[in-house]
């Protein structure tokens, strides 16, 4: 059965169709990637996904249960767990605060159990001499790690990445790469959203392509970027 | 001696406006909803002890202590049903609902208990004072300084050691990502107005037995309350007792000159730091 389903989800800002009989499921455990030239919907698909936004039309299941209609605290509650494109950390807690939120609140962790499981997410993504610093101090970088470290500590079974490797450096990314493949490996289902084909595609197992709010492919990475109609669409490339 | 002695009685005042500020502070604090009914409510939890100490025949201590899980109950609902529905981008809202609950509670205590100033009676302790030197310091002022300071206390040591004040903190720094870490923005801030309204008990237990009050003394109890927040700095508890200390020192000093000085004394006090520093003496908040 699949972790995550969405059937027939549509979404429309004003004439807009930001999101368009969205269909596509996830398995547990599998990770999915998301491709799309810019404003083909990427975000706001996560945002349906995750609740901030309310879709018109469809319907949206989480672990078998129905959860098109539940506020956003509930789906992190269900295991949800996301990054954001633009890192949105707590700016005036500290780094370690920060993931304590989301143990307590969002794993529903004592406080003796979040410090511990916190801890370590902390030494897993890199983050353990910033421990202390006020989020509102980080490097880019250092952010987008925040952003996954938190995450993280919501103890997800699906984790939501946006674009977390753009801006990154070759090897700042390569490590970015090897944290993720890590936390895959653990069993957490993954939808990343990402630019940086090469990173994504040492991750995932299928590839979906969005574009103008539309699914226009979803498969095998290799078929994926065969696809004469996904190369001239994502890649501008004239066939 | 004397001006020793008017420092002393201004501290002790300041305390008691450190604590009519505490809780505006923290709902500040957290939603950034200015409370135009704290006084108010200040003086109702002071009517709700005057009952149980004049109707059931307790000691104002334990009428605090009977009265503050109900006036949590009170603010829990009051934020649940009514003012998180007014929170948003637009800052008027809070403002028109908050300044109309207001006018309900004052008329509704002065149906209640008609125009009459009142007081709390606390016995022998009204009286009972304690000599440190050349100075008299009065029992209940200072454990209502005591009580201050234990509350700024209690206060930081919730919103920076515990799960809930990491919560109250995350949701005041944004609350659409505190949701997506499993946290109810909008309990949160119930939460947060019950909190203030046990300080709001707190303060009204001292304002009730020091002096008298009456349905309508709510908006100047607001506006001292106002001055002690801005007087110490927007976002620090500390701040705040500092502020209501000089708010209360300037007001004694006023009155050793001239009695009819105290509170303008005040006032001018709170325009010389509004001039001197806009954004008062111990800011914390950055926006």
């Given at each position: 059965?699949?972790?995550?389903?969405?059937?027939?989800?549509?979404?429309?800002?004003?004439?807009?169709?930001?999101?368009?009989?969205?269909?596509?499921?996830?398995?547990?455990?599998?990770?999915?990637?998301?491709?799309?030239?810019?404003?083909?919907?990427?975000?706001?698909?996560?945002?349906?996904?995750?609740?901030?936004?309310?879709?018109?039309?469809?319907?949206?299941?989480?672990?078998?249960?129905?959860?098109?209609?539940?506020?956003?605290?509930?789906?992190?509650?269900?295991?949800?767990?996301?990054?954001?494109?633009?890192?949105?950390?707590?700016?005036?807690?500290?780094?370690?605060?920060?993931?304590?939120?989301?143990?307590?609140?969002?794993?529903?962790?004592?406080?003796?159990?979040?410090?511990?499981?916190?801890?370590?997410?902390?030494?897993?993504?890199?983050?353990?001499?910033?421990?202390?610093?006020?989020?509102?101090?980080?490097?880019?970088?250092?952010?987008?790690?925040?952003?996954?470290?938190?995450?993280?500590?919501?103890?997800?079974?699906?984790?939501?990445?946006?674009?977390?490797?753009?801006?990154?450096?070759?090897?700042?990314?390569?490590?970015?790469?090897?944290?993720?493949?890590?936390?895959?490996?653990?069993?957490?289902?993954?939808?990343?959203?990402?630019?940086?084909?090469?990173?994504?595609?040492?991750?995932?197992?299928?590839?979906?392509v969005l574009n103008f709010g539309?699914?226009?492919?979803?498969?095998?990475?290799?078929?994926?970027?065969?696809?004469?109609?996904?190369?001239?669409?994502?890649?501008?490339?004239?066939? | 001696?004397?001006?020793?002695?008017t420092i002393v009685q201004g501290?002790?005042?300041?305390?008691?406006?450190?604590?009519?500020?505490?809780?505006?502070?923290?709902?500040?604090?957290?939603?950034?909803?200015?409370?135009?009914?704290?006084?108010?409510?200040?003086?109702?939890?002071?009517?709700?002890?005057?009952?149980?100490?004049?109707?059931?025949?307790?000691?104002?201590?334990?009428?605090?202590?009977?009265?503050?899980?109900?006036?949590?109950?009170?603010?829990?609902?009051?934020?649940?049903?009514?003012?998180?529905?007014?929170?948003?981008?637009?800052?008027?809202?809070?403002?028109?609902?908050?300044?109309?609950?207001?006018?309900?509670?004052?008329?509704?205590?002065?149906?209640?208990?008609?125009?009459?100033?009142?007081?709390?009676?606390?016995?022998?302790?009204?009286?009972?004072?304690?000599?440190?030197?050349?100075?008299?310091?009065?029992?209940?002022?200072?454990?209502?300084?005591?009580?201050?300071?234990?509350?700024?206390?209690?206060?930081?040591?919730?919103?920076?050691?515990?799960?809930?004040?990491?919560?109250?903190?995350?949701?005041?720094?944004?609350?659409?990502?505190?949701?997506?870490?499993?946290i109810r923005p909008q309990r949160?801030?119930?939460?947060?107005?019950?909190?203030?309204?046990?300080?709001?008990?707190?303060?009204?237990?001292?304002?009730?037995?020091?002096?008298?009050?009456?349905?309508?003394?709510?908006?100047?109890?607001?506006?001292?309350?106002?001055?002690?927040?801005?007087?110490?700095?927007?976002?620090?508890?500390?701040?705040?007792?500092?502020?209501?200390?000089?708010?209360?020192?300037?007001?004694?000093?006023?009155?050793?000159?001239?009695?009819?000085?105290?509170?303008?004394?005040?006032?001018?006090?709170?325009?010389?730091?509004?001039?001197?520093?806009?954004?008062?003496?111990?800011?914390?908040?950055?926006?």
């Amino acid at each position: 059965m699949s972790l995550l389903q969405l059937e027939s989800v549509s979404k429309r800002f004003g004439a807009l169709t930001v999101a368009d009989e969205i269909s596509f499921s996830v398995g547990e455990g599998e990770a999915l990637g998301i491709i799309g030239p810019n404003g083909a919907g990427k975000s706001t698909l996560f945002n349906l996904i995750t609740g901030n936004i309310a879709a018109d039309r469809g319907t949206i299941r989480f672990g078998g249960a129905d959860v098109t209609r539940a506020p956003p605290m509930a789906r992190c509650l269900y295991g949800m767990g996301r990054t954001f494109q633009i890192p949105q950390p707590f700016e005036k807690l500290t780094v370690f605060e920060n993931l304590l939120v989301a143990g307590s609140f969002g794993a529903q962790r004592s406080e003796a159990g979040a410090y511990d499981r916190c801890a370590g997410i902390l030494a897993d993504t890199g983050l353990l001499d910033k421990a202390n610093v006020p989020a509102g101090r980080l490097s880019l970088l250092q952010r987008k790690r925040l952003e996954l470290a938190r995450a993280l500590a919501t103890e997800p079974r699906l984790l939501l990445l946006d674009e977390i490797a753009g801006g990154l450096t070759e090897a700042e990314c390569r490590a970015l790469v090897a944290t993720i493949r890590a936390i895959h490996a653990k069993g957490v289902a993954v939808i990343w959203i990402e630019h940086v084909l090469h990173a994504l595609t040492s991750v995932v197992e299928r590839l979906l392509v969005l574009n103008f709010g539309r699914v226009i492919g979803i498969g095998a990475p290799t078929d994926i970027m065969a696809s004469r109609n996904v190369r001239e669409i994502y890649l501008g490339i004239e066939v | 001696m004397s001006f020793i002695d008017t420092i002393v009685q201004g501290v002790l005042l300041g305390s008691l406006y450190a604590l009519f500020a505490a809780g505006l502070s923290l709902v500040f604090g957290i939603m950034r909803l200015v409370n135009l009914a704290h006084g108010d409510l200040i003086v109702l939890a002071a009517f709700l002890l005057l009952v149980l100490v004049t109707g059931l025949g307790l000691h104002p201590f334990l009428a605090a202590l009977v009265a503050a899980p109900l006036m949590f109950g009170a603010g829990w609902a009051l934020q649940y049903v009514l003012l998180n529905r007014t929170l948003g981008k637009d800052v008027l809202p809070p403002l028109l609902v908050t300044f109309g609950l207001s006018i309900v509670i004052q008329n509704s205590l002065l149906e209640g208990f008609s125009a009459d100033s009142r007081r709390i009676s606390a016995g022998a302790l009204e009286t009972a004072s304690i000599g440190f030197g050349p100075v008299t310091v009065g029992f209940m002022p200072l454990l209502g300084f005591l009580s201050a300071v234990a509350v700024i206390v209690g206060l930081n040591l919730l919103i920076y050691r515990s799960a809930i004040g990491r919560a109250f903190r995350a949701t005041s720094d944004d609350a659409v990502t505190a949701g997506l870490m499993g946290i109810r923005p909008q309990r949160i801030f119930a939460m947060a107005t019950g909190l203030a309204m046990v300080v709001v008990t707190i303060a009204a237990l001292y304002l009730g037995t020091r002096a008298n009050f009456d349905p309508t003394a709510g908006p100047a109890r607001l506006i001292y309350a106002f001055e002690a927040v801005i007087i110490g700095g927007l976002g620090s508890l500390w701040g705040t007792l500092a502020g209501g200390v000089i708010l209360g020192v300037a007001q004694t000093l006023g009155a050793a000159v001239n009695p009819e000085w105290q509170i303008l004394a005040g006032h001018l006090a709170f325009l010389a730091v509004l001039l001197i520093k806009p954004r008062g003496l111990f800011p914390r908040a950055v926006d």
